[in-house]
């Protein structure tokens, strides 16, 4: 059970640092899409500082994807503190993520309440490319380095507007524990989410298929980001092909998940 909460706990790490250096000139309205920022071009990339601070709060459920006679519902809620250890030159940042808060309930029953005392590391790039993972728990082999490419949207070096859309390649990488993928984004959307104003982002994940019983991740997420601060406001999305071991579960399972910032 130690992986479901990695997996929620990837959701959050995966996008917490993002920071959006807004180019617009035209505040938008109180609620909803602006139509006079669609011209509006945005640099989006990190803005690390040492010592920040981000909370967030994270609702994963899954389901395995071979239907069977018996259901398994595996819910996990979560709660996650990310801090900045260190801002490096090139404006990379290790980041030190622990958690705050947990549950995880299989079927309704509780089998987990209380949080892990352990803390995880890792070093993401300006754009947000991972770049390094450390984990002190080995219980979860190379799906937990895997699953931090699926989540991770990675930014162009262009200033970006309304309708813009690019690609970034994941080469293999079997030192890390990683495997190919593609992922592509698209913003949509500049909006206002609970009085904020947000770069609204689509994020999508396909990882190259491998002869092995581990399955394939894809996943599609959506993510808004807030202009002024770069903190990520709220993000949804679902996936497929996760592979836990040592969960009573026949094949690969499928995910949906909910994050929110907390104050």
Avoid at 72 to 88: A, H, L, P, R, S
Avoid at 102 to 120: A, F, H, I, R, W
């Amino acid at each position: 059970m130690r992986l479901l909460t990695r997996m929620a706990m990837v959701v959050a790490a995966a996008t917490l640092g993002v920071s959006v250096m807004a180019q617009a000139t035209t505040a938008p309205p109180a609620g909803g899409q602006d139509p006079s920022l669609a011209a509006t071009k945005s640099l989006i990339k990190h803005v690390f500082k040492a010592s920040q601070k981000y909370k967030m709060k994270i609702d994963v459920q899954m389901q395995p994807e071979k239907v069977s006679a018996e259901a398994t519902n595996i819910d996990v809620n979560i709660e996650t503190e990310d801090t900045v250890q260190k801002v490096n030159e090139d404006g990379s940042a290790k980041i030190e993520s622990k958690y705050t808060a947990m549950k995880v309930t299989l079927n309704g029953n509780v089998v987990m309440d209380e949080p892990p005392t352990d803390t995880e590391k890792s070093t993401v790039s300006a754009n947000n490319t991972p770049i390094d993972f450390e984990s002190a728990n080995a219980d979860d082999g190379d799906f937990g380095k895997r699953l931090t490419l699926a989540m991770a949207p990675i930014y162009s070096d262009k200033a970006l507007g309304v309708g813009d859309a690019w690609t970034h390649e994941f080469k293999e990488d079997k030192a890390k524990g990683w495997r190919a993928g593609t992922a592509t984004h698209k913003l949509v959307a500049f909006e206002t989410v609970n009085g904020v104003k947000c770069a609204k982002i689509e994020h999508a994940y396909i990882e190259k298929p491998y002869a092995d019983d581990q399955g394939s991740i894809k996943v599609n997420s959506t993510y808004w980001i807030d202009l002024a601060t770069g903190m990520l406001v709220k993000g949804e999305g679902k996936g497929t092909g996760f592979f836990i071991p040592n969960v009573p579960v026949e094949g690969t399972l499928k995910m949906t998940f909910k994050i929110q910032q907390l104050k």
